[in-house]
């Protein structure tokens, strides 16, 4: 049986790197592709219109009355385009390689009305911009443009222009398409400023140059802000105060809690009774490694975290590797999907592992919890948020068949997965080892002052490591909401190991603290409490869930409270934003207090085994 399973363990990671490795090779370039002749057609797909302040307000290009060939041809998109909200299209304009087209090259005459003027109109008024693709790289323009001519006696109010002209200026290497621009001309407009019917004739131009640039580093000037002097003066700012942070907690650990935990575990050694009557924590010997409560859920949350962490884990190796860069269509989705998908089987693998060593009947429920306590409020947060996008009629409202996809992935490969997962978590499961053994009777918890609660301790921990990252958290968002790409992967994963350090020194420290208030429920302080998600499933005592809040992960209550604070002070603005904004960031945020309460909970563990298997129980 053993055997059987390393088999299947071995099938799934061959079968993991395999998938992984496929992406790969589609997400990066290869000196092999992208290799054209002079004259050479390369279709130019259009993409998507929005306003520029409101990054997930993205409409179909032709939902404006733009020149568009008939038929309009759909180019045949991945999932991961599709949850990103691209539509790309087939476009009139024709880029040959290496032949230019100076002057104005007709594209189209059209005659607008009434109702297509105040369209246009009204999308200059909301600041849209167009998004294209010429060989896999993106491209960006303007629609129109607002003068304020209240100052001219003849004139009063605004005018809106309409741009009807674009030029198009690509750079090549050799055979090889490095960079394009596209720039509106704005010295051909059309007044839209009046409704009514008008003729307007749509014109494009195309400028070869030649550039150095190397093929393989073409998509590197799409993250180049982050080497920007002063960006990289600002990240290293914050790797050096989060550093700080570091060393004075690890300090306030050591003069502080170890020094007296020293003192205390001296004491237990001499074995003076008056002594040992000062040692809150050596009471509880008895009581601290009882089972926690409602185990089921307790074993599911440690199993999606353990699950995330693995994702974001490999999503950083892809990051480092270069398969993962700035607007490499819907690849980071894509990779969402799947990995996280493929990584079922190590949230069901811990969360019935960790069920088993303290009971082997039940078990299916963790896992069957392991696989809906995260999967389960996004599902509801994504419909939700498709609905209003659909409403909208918005390019981020998925397709019935992609819905149907999703769905299919999630029944025949995660669902198999998970169970795959909990299955060898049980055959392979072990007895969990208390250093001390465990009273029948439960000690009774001492009244508790005010920084001895857990609110006082979710508050501090939260905000200590909260202060290490905000910085970088801030740029984090300007990148994800704010067209700004000033984060580099490195940076990145500097400060999630910084975190992962700060929670699980805080980890120690907090414990320590409730230990020596005499206080022996630490296993739920540790982790959030899904009492709102779980309780029609699960028999929960909401007057012992008190303690059922995140202390490790309470962290990811204040990264949400400052993107609420950080959507207050940009220019998005409109419900549809809002809602994503909020959605997307809830979401985010929700992974995150898994993470850390596993990474938290783990650390404590290990600290409570090493100080109570270094006390001589009597």
Aim: net charge negative.
């Amino acid at each position: 049986m053993a055997t059987k399973l390393v088999e299947n363990s071995c099938v799934l990671v061959v079968f993991l790197l395999t998938v992984l490795g496929f992406a790969a090779r589609l997400a990066s370039s290869s000196l092999y592709d992208h290799r054209y002749n002079v004259g050479d057609h390369i279709p130019l797909f259009v993409n998507k219109v929005g306003p520029l302040n409101n990054p997930s307000e993205t409409y179909q290009y032709y939902d404006l009355p733009f020149c568009c060939p008939d038929p309009i041809s759909w180019k045949k998109e991945t999932l991961g385009e599709v949850l990103n909200g691209d539509r790309l299209t087939s476009a009139l304009y024709e880029l040959k390689f290496l032949e230019d087209k100076t002057g104005d090259t007709l594209l189209c005459q059209k005659k607008l009305n009434g109702d297509e003027v105040a369209r246009f109109r009204q999308a200059i008024v909301d600041d849209f911009y167009f998004q294209m693709y010429y060989d896999d790289l993106p491209l960006w323009g303007y629609i129109g443009k607002i003068e304020d001519e209240s100052w001219m006696l003849s004139e009063k109010g605004k005018k809106y222009y309409l741009f009807t002209h674009v030029q198009f200026d690509a750079f090549y290497n050799g055979n090889h398409i490095i960079e394009i621009r596209a720039f509106s001309d704005p010295n051909h407009v059309v007044d839209i400023t009046e409704d009514g019917d008008i003729n307007v004739k749509f014109t494009y131009s195309v400028f070869w140059n030649v550039t150095s640039v190397p093929f393989e580093t073409r998509m590197d000037k799409y993250s180049r802000a982050s080497a920007f002097a002063v960006h990289r003066q600002i990240h290293w700012f914050s790797v050096i105060n989060s550093l700080v942070i570091i060393v004075l907690l690890m300090g306030l650990l050591i003069l502080l809690f170890m020094r007296r935990l020293m003192n205390d575990l001296r004491k237990c050694s001499i074995g003076d009774e008056e002594e040992d009557k000062e040692v809150g924590w050596k009471f509880i010997h008895g009581d601290v490694f009882r089972h926690p409560q409602n185990l089921s859920l307790f074993s599911a949350v440690l199993g999606v975290g353990n699950q995330l962490l693995t994702v974001s884990c490999i999503l950083f190796v892809l990051a480092f590797l270069g398969f993962l860069y700035p607007y490499n269509r819907g690849l980071l989705c894509t990779s969402l999907v799947f990995i996280y998908t493929l990584t079922s089987v190590v949230g069901g693998y811990s969360a019935a592992s960790f069920h088993n060593q303290f009971s082997n009947t039940g078990w299916e429920k963790s896992v069957l919890l392991a696989g809906i306590l995260y999967l389960g409020p996004l599902f509801v947060t994504v419909l939700t948020l498709n609905t209003i996008a659909v409403s909208y009629g918005a390019t981020a409202a998925l397709p019935f068949a992609t819905m149907i996809v999703i769905l299919l992935i999630y029944t025949f490969l995660c669902v198999p997965l998970l169970a795959l997962g909990g299955v060898i978590g049980y055959r392979c499961k072990s007895e969990f080892q208390a250093p001390c053994a465990t009273k029948k009777i439960p000690r009774e918890i001492p009244p508790l002052t005010w920084y001895q609660k857990i609110p006082c301790h979710m508050f501090l921990g939260g905000l200590l490591s909260f202060s290490a990252i905000a910085l970088e958290l801030h740029h984090l968002y300007a990148s994800l909401w704010g067209y700004k790409i000033c984060t580099l992967p490195s940076i990145l994963f500097l400060m999630f190991i910084i975190l992962i350090l700060l929670t699980a020194m805080l980890s120690v420290g907090l414990t320590y603290i409730q230990l020596s208030a005499e206080d022996h429920e630490w296993w739920w302080s540790f982790l959030v409490a899904i009492e709102a998600l779980t309780a029609m499933t699960i028999n929960v005592d909401f007057q012992e869930t008190e303690l059922s809040i995140f202390c490790g992960g309470s962290t990811a209550i204040f990264m949400f409270c400052y993107s609420i604070f950080f959507y207050v002070r940009s220019t998005m603005s409109g419900f549809m934003q809002l809602s994503f904004f909020l959605g997307y960031n809830a979401a985010m945020c929700y992974a995150f207090f898994f993470i850390f309460g596993a990474i938290s909970f783990r650390t404590s563990l290990i600290f409570v085994r090493h100080i109570y298997q270094a006390v001589k129980s009597e």
